[in-house]
T-cell receptor, first 114, second 112 residues
Framework: GQQLNQSPQSMFIQEGEDVSMNCTSS?????WLWYKQDPGEGPVLLIA?????ELTSNGRLTAQFGITRKDSFLNISASIPSDVGIYFC??????????????FGQGTILTVHP | AAGVIQSPRHLIKEKRETATLKCYPI?????VYWYQQGPGQDPQFLIS???????DKGSIPDRFSAQQFSDYHSELNMSSLELGDSALYFC???????????FGQGTRLTVV
């Protein structure tokens, strides 16, 4: 099946620092979504990307849909303690339906030190 | 705004018992997805429904079945439970043509 490689696996940063994480795949995707998950809770949608090259912001978060359609990145600027959590990328493979399944990356565990 | 509602939030069952998990999608959403997430793992796709028909199938054991009803809510039925079925089970919903999929808070199933 489709594999999404997400990196880094974990990050330990100081409050105020910027963070960058990315996902890559050998398959072409037509949708990229970024989620944040707190322990024991459901993933919360942060940003949705629809087309290659798209750059979208949501407050301090910025995500881009790679030109090759095989990758995406998420940046968090000026991190704060409440940014702590697990960040997942997820995508729908190209050629599928708009209601096709989402494949998830392995997640990036973010720890922010005050 | 209304979100995806899952029930129950927590469930404890013994081996070989059955369990039924329920999912109520966001109003007007026509697609429901079920995911299983083990400790420290990413969500694994189980099955999805579009307009009450199964639309995709992932790594769902034969012991599990699911359906989407006329009011668009969905149920995941799990039989002959095994210890390895202990996990968080998430339901998500989306609207055709819109990329976003929204997740519920999940059901934590513990099999003892």
């Amino acid at each position: 099946g489709q594999q999404l490689n997400q990196s880094p696996q974990s990050m330990f940063i100081q409050e105020g620092e910027d963070v960058s994480m990315n996902c890559t795949s050998s398959s072409i995707f037509n949708t990229w979504l970024w989620y944040k998950q707190d322990p024991g809770e459901g993933p919360v949608l942060l940003i949705a990307l629809y087309k290659a090259g798209e750059l979208t912001s949501n407050g301090r978060l910025t995500a881009q849909f790679g030109i090759t359609r095989k990758d995406s990145f998420l940046n968090i600027s000026a991190s704060i303690p409440s940014d702590v959590g697990i960040y997942f990328c997820a995508g729908r493979v190209a050629g599928g339906t708009s209601y096709g399944k989402l494949t998830f990356g392995q997640g990036t565990i973010l720890t922010v030190h005050p | 705004a209304a979100g995806v509602i899952q029930s129950p939030r927590h469930l404890i069952k013994e081996k070989r018992e059955t369990a039924t998990l329920k999912c109520y999608p966001i109003p007007r959403h026509d697609t429901v997805y079920w995911y299983q997430q083990g400790p420290g793992q990413d969500p694994q796709f189980l099955i999805s429904f579009y307009e009450k028909m199964q639309s995709d199938k992932g790594s769902i054991p034969d012991r599990f079945s699911a359906q989407q009803f006329s009011d668009y809510h969905s149920e995941l039925n799990m039989s002959s439970l095994e210890l390895g079925d202990s996990a968080l089970y998430f339901c998500a919903s989306s609207l055709t043509g819109i990329a976003e999929a929204f997740f519920g808070q999940g059901t934590r199933l513990t099999v003892v």
